[in-house]
């Protein structure tokens, strides 16, 4: 028996073949291949497959993590962004009910945060949810813009960029 470890890049270039299509990692498992460092299998003499693993990126450096999610709302930023949201709304909320809705929503932030920069699982599975609203609506674009295959210009990637952000934020919408 012997096992082989394969980078994805070496699958990616054909300079080894992997018993598992690299598609269907992303595809069938929907899972980022960005996140995906190797895949490991071991093999009888005969060639059958005995096992196979998915190796992960290891996690990232607490430095990055910090870097990476100053992009999030702050606890101030939440306060104001939900003091904006309820400005519009019909019927008007009371003092109170503002001030337990900028709560409630600064709460909520906070524990997103906290999450996104600690659970490294959890982490990734907004990071697959998003590059996969990404490569679907690039995918729908091309198809309905006669575009397989072909080269994307700038205002192409913009308008995908633009449905893939849309796209994920219907489905977490709903």
Same mark, same amino acid.
């Given at each position: 028996?012997?096992?082989?470890?394969?980078?994805? %890049? $070496?699958?990616?270039?054909?300079?080894?073949?992997?018993?598992?299509?690299?598609?269907?990692?992303?595809?069938?498992?929907?899972?980022?291949?960005?996140?995906? &460092?190797?895949?490991?299998?071991?093999? @009888? $003499?005969?060639?059958?497959? $005995?096992?196979?693993?998915?190796?992960?990126?290891?996690?990232?450096?607490?430095?990055?993590?910090?870097?990476?999610?100053?992009?999030?709302?702050?606890? %101030?930023?939440?306060?104001?962004?939900?003091? &904006?949201?309820?400005?519009?709304?019909?019927?008007? /909320?009371?003092?109170?009910?503002?001030?337990?809705?900028?709560?409630?929503?600064? %709460?909520?932030?906070?524990? /997103?945060?906290?999450?996104? #920069?600690?659970?490294? $699982? @959890?982490? #990734?599975?907004?990071? =697959? &949810?998003?590059? #996969? =609203?990404?490569?679907?609506?690039?995918?729908? *674009?091309?198809?309905?813009?006669?575009?397989?295959?072909? @080269?994307?210009? @700038?205002?192409?990637?913009? =308008?995908?960029?633009?449905?893939?952000?849309? *796209?994920?934020?219907? /489905?977490?919408?709903?």
């Amino acid at each position: 028996m012997k096992k082989i470890i394969a980078k994805v %890049e $070496d699958i990616i270039n054909k300079n080894i073949e992997c018993p598992l299509p690299l598609e269907v990692i992303p595809n069938k498992m929907g899972i980022n291949l960005c996140s995906v &460092n190797s895949i490991e299998w071991t093999e @009888y $003499d005969d060639g059958q497959l $005995d096992t196979l693993k998915i190796c992960f990126i290891p996690e990232i450096d607490n430095d990055n993590v910090e870097m990476q999610t100053d992009l999030l709302p702050t606890m %101030e930023n939440a306060g104001v962004d939900a003091l &904006n949201m309820i400005e519009d709304l019909v019927p008007k /909320l009371t003092d109170q009910e503002q001030a337990f809705f900028v709560a409630g929503f600064q %709460e909520a932030i906070k524990i /997103l945060r906290s999450a996104l #920069m600690k659970n490294e $699982d @959890y982490r #990734m599975s907004w990071i =697959a &949810n998003i590059a #996969m =609203a990404q490569l679907d609506s690039e995918r729908w *674009y091309r198809e309905e813009n006669n575009k397989v295959g072909k @080269y994307l210009s @700038y205002k192409d990637k913009h =308008a995908i960029a633009n449905k893939g952000a849309e *796209y994920f934020i219907s /489905l977490l919408t709903k």
